[in-house]
């Protein structure tokens, strides 16, 4: 069975502040997808990142960067800068090989403060 | 331009009266999903379309069921509504295939109140 751990269940920062939601995963697959959304009070849950199992190369995309790491099965967001834009709820996801199913973490809702 | 649309934003519908929630895609993808969110917590999967083949989640109440009459459209209906049925209904596609390697897009989802 997959499951998602998303220990934080909300975080508020300071507008500048450095912030991570850590991600916890559990599957027996040896191939899979992890994925990280974002959702607005708006409500539509928009797509960050996919990373596959087989590869574990962290990854920066401007303010954010990922952090995967099979040793400990965990893939990490870390926003840098954080700004009242990105206050969200954050969800972890996970897809498993040959199963189009996606399950998501409980979700960590950040708040930044100015 | 939305890619994934769903109609309506808002639904109100009386205590077993059946409602029909819509989506409806542009993205041609061969997977669609139907998840139900309530307040706080994650989506959780009720089923999923690949093509036409109906996956259904063991979980899921018979209260749900599904149609889905072409690659574009896909319906969520609720026979008799509860209270506890009260939640955000979330439609997503995604590119399906043998692997997993592909993300889902959501739509902005239909908030239904049940009185």
């Known amino acids: 069975a997959q499951k998602v751990t998303q220990a934080q269940t909300e975080i508020s920062v300071v507008e500048k502040e450095d912030v991570t939601l850590d991600c916890v995963y559990e599957?027996?697959?040896?191939?899979?997808?992890l994925f990280w959304y974002k959702q607005p009070p708006s409500g539509e849950l928009v797509f960050l990142i996919r990373r596959n199992s087989f590869d574990e190369q962290n990854e920066i995309s401007g303010r954010y960067s990922w952090n995967f790491q099979k040793s400990t099965s965990s893939f990490n967001f870390t926003i840098t800068a954080s700004q009242v834009v990105d206050s969200a709820v954050y969800f972890c996801?996970?897809?498993?090989?040959?199963?189009?199913?996606?399950?998501f973490g409980a979700g960590t809702r950040l708040t930044v403060k100015p | 331009d939305a890619m994934v649309i769903q109609n309506p934003r808002y639904q109100v519908t009386q205590f077993g009266k059946p409602v029909t929630l819509s989506c409806s895609q542009t993205?041609?993808?061969?997977?669609m999903y139907w998840y139900q969110q309530k307040s706080s917590q994650a989506p959780k999967l009720l089923f999923h379309?690949?093509?036409?083949?109906?996956?259904n989640e063991a979980d899921t109440p018979d209260n749900f069921q599904s149609r889905r009459p072409n690659t574009s459209f896909c319906f969520l209906d609720i026979r008799s509504p509860g209270l506890g049925d009260a939640a955000m209904y979330l439609c997503?596609?995604?590119?399906?295939?043998?692997?997993?390697?592909?993300?889902?897009?959501f739509g902005q989802g239909t908030r239904l109140t049940v009185v």
């Open positions: 599957t027996r697959d040896t191939t899979y997808y």
């Open positions: 997503a596609t995604s590119r399906g295939g043998i692997s997993g390697n592909t993300e889902a897009f």
């Open positions: 379309y690949y093509d036409k083949d109906f996956n």
């Open positions: 996801a996970l897809k498993v090989n040959n199963n189009n199913d996606m399950r």
């Open positions: 993205l041609n993808h061969n997977v």
